[in-house]
């Protein structure tokens, strides 16, 4: 059974750093797109990034280019969201999730099949 586990989340103050973590377990992810989502309180969820587990192809969100970067770690099993320059903007329950895509990567909360239970990113004025 798929596992998806997120940590790293915390409060921080604008322009600081939070590193999230997803521990992925269950299978093997060749060929898997490994994204993460986010939700502001009442807000729909929406995309942030994604890499490919396979070509490590990445995708970010316009409000996260260029401060966001995301990677995977083949030995651990788990991907990370570095995030730099972090802004009260960015305040929202952060998703990692899983979906076969096989070379290309996913966008939509569609291309995924397999989600993680969140972890809490609060930023400070």
């Known amino acids: 059974q798929v596992q998806l586990v997120e940590s790293g989340g915390g409060l921080v103050q604008a322009g600081g750093s939070l590193r999230l973590s997803c521990a992925a377990s269950g299978r093997t992810f060749t060929g898997y797109a490994m994204g993460w989502f986010r939700q502001a309180p009442g807000e729909a969820r929406e995309f942030v990034a994604v890499i490919n587990w396979s070509t490590r192809s990445t995708y970010y969100a316009e409000s996260v280019k260029g401060r966001f970067t995301i990677s995977r770690d083949n030995a651990k099993n788990t991907v990370t969201l570095q995030m730099n320059s972090l802004k009260p903007d960015d305040t929202a329950v952060y998703y990692c999730?899983?979906?076969?895509?096989?070379?290309?990567?996913?966008?939509?909360?569609?291309?995924?099949?397999?989600w993680g239970q969140g972890t809490q990113v609060t930023v400070s004025k």
């Open positions: 999730a899983a979906g076969f895509r096989d070379w290309a990567i996913g966008k939509t909360e569609s291309d995924y099949d397999y």
